[in-house]
């Protein structure tokens, strides 16, 4: 970004020049960043139709026993900490679809698919059917067993249609090393 200087879109404003789709503070991996506002409206609107396809990869505690899954809950501001999101019933629409990876005694390494793009979704959902993020100082109790800066979430692909070419574009980031060195002690 630093590079773009002042030519990235304007639509993000001072703070986040060109910002389309960020992650959490924390989540490691890819952004959409668009270089002028043409390209941050297409590609905004790709995300509000949900044509754009999100993977990330995550370590949680506890050993998931299904396969494949996928959690459906609404998720709204938590009304206990207003810092943090809740499973709500009045909350909006959440999906999250997940897959086990591989399996280690009291962790599970997952790939998941989000369908709908919630703050904080993939670490509440996690959280809420009992297996949080590895790292998640919010969600996960302060637990953090491997002593890691940041949490075991990584936003390693993104899927979308080029606003220009009008092809459809895929890009990966590989896993950062403090990732890669946890799953190597496991």
Same mark, same amino acid.
């Given at each position: 970004m630093a590079k773009c200087k002042d030519s990235l879109s304007g639509i993000g404003g001072k703070i986040r020049p060109g910002v389309v789709h960020r992650i959490d503070k924390d989540t490691s991996g890819l952004v959409i960043i668009?270089?002028?506002?043409?390209?941050?409206?297409?590609?905004?609107?790709?995300?509000k139709?949900?044509?754009v396809k999100k993977n990330y990869l995550a370590l949680v505690r506890g050993n998931i026993k299904e396969n494949v899954a996928i959690i459906n809950m609404p998720?709204?501001? @938590?009304?206990?900490?207003?810092?943090?999101?809740?499973v709500d019933k009045k909350g909006k629409e959440a999906i999250? +679809? $997940?897959?086990?990876?591989?399996?280690?005694?009291?962790?599970?390494?997952?790939?998941v698919n989000i369908k709908t793009g919630r703050t904080h979704q993939i670490r509440v959902h996690m959280a809420e059917i009992g297996y949080p993020i590895v790292g998640d100082e919010?969600? @996960?109790?302060?637990?953090?067993?491997?002593?890691?800066?940041?949490?075991?979430?990584?936003?390693?692909?993104? +899927? $979308?249609?080029?606003?220009t070419t009008k092809k459809k574009v895929e890009f990966e980031a590989p896993l950062p090393e403090y990732f890669k060195d946890v799953l190597e002690k496991l």
């Amino acid at each position: 970004m630093a590079k773009c200087k002042d030519s990235l879109s304007g639509i993000g404003g001072k703070i986040r020049p060109g910002v389309v789709h960020r992650i959490d503070k924390d989540t490691s991996g890819l952004v959409i960043i668009a270089k002028n506002d043409k390209a941050h409206i297409n590609i905004s609107e790709q995300i509000k139709n949900r044509k754009v396809k999100k993977n990330y990869l995550a370590l949680v505690r506890g050993n998931i026993k299904e396969n494949v899954a996928i959690i459906n809950m609404p998720i709204a501001r @938590s009304t206990k900490d207003r810092k943090k999101m809740a499973v709500d019933k009045k909350g909006k629409e959440a999906i999250t +679809e $997940f897959k086990v990876l591989k399996r280690f005694d009291g962790f599970t390494y997952i790939e998941v698919n989000i369908k709908t793009g919630r703050t904080h979704q993939i670490r509440v959902h996690m959280a809420e059917i009992g297996y949080p993020i590895v790292g998640d100082e919010v969600y @996960s109790n302060g637990k953090n067993p491997f002593g890691i800066r940041g949490q075991m979430l990584h936003a390693y692909k993104l +899927e $979308f249609v080029h606003p220009t070419t009008k092809k459809k574009v895929e890009f990966e980031a590989p896993l950062p090393e403090y990732f890669k060195d946890v799953l190597e002690k496991l």
